[in-house]
Antibody
């Protein structure tokens, strides 16, 4: 059974930093794209960033470029999102997603971790 | 960036009736080399993460009931629920995952029971 478990969320002040982690099990982690998707309270889904299988390609939504960094450790089946210069508008549930055998880009989702940026 | 626009924003349908929702992309998400549309549909119920329903525009995900079907190509796509059940009340999102990130989502269509 595939499991993606996010951690690291919490309350942080504007301008602060946070590191989110996603531990994967039951999936051949290194084979697939990994992504972060967020959802602000009561709002829709917003794709945040992705990283290619070998880590050679990383992409970000414009609103987080220069502030967020996605990384992966295939030996540990771990995905990370380093978030700096956090803003109130970054408040959201952050989901980790992975590809799957049938489609390497998308498929599995974690339960999410809540990030609240507030003073 | 590719903009995904869903319609309608909300849909009210009687139990057992058909529910149809649309998703339009600002650029084609069809890839000629593999003849695939890089378009997915998700279902999200309150307090839960999204669940993958459809990928490659028309392939049902594992365990997804066959009352859910996806169609379309290029820039215009449709998700149909052939006979609405009570458990289908949710918000439905489309997403493009082409080789042109960001992998944008539509704004969602809320489905409710009449």
């Amino acid at each position: 059974e595939v499991q993606l478990v996010e951690s690291g969320g919490g309350l942080v002040q504007p301008g602060g930093s946070l590191r989110l982690s996603c531990a994967a099990s039951g999936v051949t982690f290194s084979t697939f794209y990994m992504s972060w998707v967020r959802q602000a309270p009561g709002k829709g889904l917003e794709w945040v960033a992705n990283i290619k299988q070998d880590g050679s390609d990383k992409n970000y939504v414009d609103s987080v470029k220069g502030r967020f960094t996605i990384s992966r450790d295939d030996a540990k089946n771990l995905l990370s999102l380093h978030m700096n210069s956090l803003r109130p508008e970054d408040t959201a549930v952050y989901y980790c997603t992975s590809g799957m055998a049938e489609v390497w880009e998308i498929g599995y989702w974690g339960q999410g971790t809540l990030v609240t940026v507030s003073s | 960036d590719i903009v995904m626009t869903q319609s309608p924003d909300s849909l009210t349908v009687s139990l057992g009736e058909r529910a149809t929702m649309n998703c339009k992309s600002s650029q084609s998400v069809f890839h000629t080399p593999n003849s695939r549309n890089y378009l997915a549909w998700y279902q999200q119920k309150p307090g839960q993460p999204p669940k993958l329903l459809i990928y490659w525009a028309s392939t049902r995900g594992s365990g997804v009931p066959d009352r859910f079907s996806g169609s379309g190509s290029g820039t215009d796509f449709t998700l149909t629920i052939s006979s609405l059940q009570a458990e289908d009340v949710a918000v439905y999102y489309c997403q493009q995952y082409s080789n042109m990130p960001p992998w944008t989502f539509g704004q969602g269509t809320r489905v409710e029971i009449k």
